[in-house]
């Protein structure tokens, strides 16, 4: 989502993302924005986040003010991940949301909530 476009001038409010969720593993990819590979309108590369289910405390999702939502990953000691998503994406993140919570709850010695 790009905003203040004003000409050559805008600002890339929320970069491309991409969450998956294995048995095991959820795994955060998001474009890097310092990357400086570049090539028109896209980047080379990427931020790839591995993250056991069983360090996933739970998972949030919140409502910002600027029209964004929120997926906040709890980890432990107050760790935490947030990946914003535009609005109209809310269905899809309180779903992503509940099927964390839902496969972590497979995991052999686990509890995990979802606000």
Same mark, same amino acid.
């Given at each position: 989502?790009?905003?203040?476009?004003?000409?050559?001038?805008?600002?890339? &409010?929320?970069?491309?993302?991409?969450?998956?969720?294995?048995?095991?593993?959820?795994?955060?990819?998001? !474009? !890097?924005?310092? *990357? @400086?590979?570049?090539?028109?309108?896209?980047? #080379? @590369?990427?931020?790839?986040? #591995?993250?056991? &289910?069983?360090?996933?405390?739970?998972? *949030?999702?919140?409502?910002?003010?600027? @029209?964004?939502?929120?997926?906040?990953?709890?980890?432990?000691?107050? @760790?935490?991940?947030?990946?914003?998503? *535009?609005?109209?994406?809310?269905?899809?993140?309180?779903?992503? *949301?509940?099927?964390?919570?839902?496969?972590?709850?497979?995991?052999?010695?686990?509890?995990?909530?979802?606000?």
């Amino acid at each position: 989502m790009k905003i203040a476009n004003r000409g050559w001038l805008s600002k890339s &409010l929320i970069f491309a993302h991409l969450m998956i969720l294995t048995d095991h593993e959820l795994i955060l990819v998001r !474009d !890097d924005p310092e *990357s @400086g590979r570049m090539h028109e309108s896209f980047h #080379y @590369g990427g931020i790839w986040n #591995y993250i056991p &289910l069983h360090k996933v405390q739970r998972t *949030s999702v919140v409502l910002q003010q600027n @029209g964004l939502v929120t997926l906040v990953v709890h980890l432990p000691a107050e @760790g935490k991940i947030e990946r914003d998503f *535009s609005m109209s994406r809310i269905e899809e993140v309180k779903e992503f *949301s509940t099927s964390v919570s839902a496969r972590r709850a497979l995991l052999p010695n686990s509890s995990s909530t979802t606000q």
